[in-house]
C-alpha cells in the first residue's frame, strides 16, 4: 500500500484500488498521526455506490521475529 495526503493505493484481490480515509478515520488520525495506514498494514474498505472506497479501519501489520539459535563451534 501506498499513501500520501489522505489518499491510498491499496493492493486488493481485483487489483490496486484508490482510496481515501472515512470521517470517522479522519478524526483518529487527527488526534493521533500513528492511525494513520502504512506500506504492509491490511485495511477494511468500504465500497461506495459510485464505485469509490473508503478506508474505514486500519490493521497493523506484525513485525516477523526470528528465533535466536545458539552457535556452535566446530
Partial sequence: MACDSGVAVVATASGQVRATYSGRMLGRIAR??????????????????????????????????????????H
Fill in 32 to 73: 493521533d498521526r500513528s492511525c494513520a495506514a502504512t506500506a504492509g498494514d491490511t485495511v477494511a474498505l468500504r465500497w461506495w455506490p459510485d464505485g469509490k472506497a473508503t478506508i474505514e479501519d486500519v490493521s497493523r501489520a506484525v513485525a516477523r521475529t526470528a528465533d535466536v539459535i545458539e552457535l556452535r563451534r
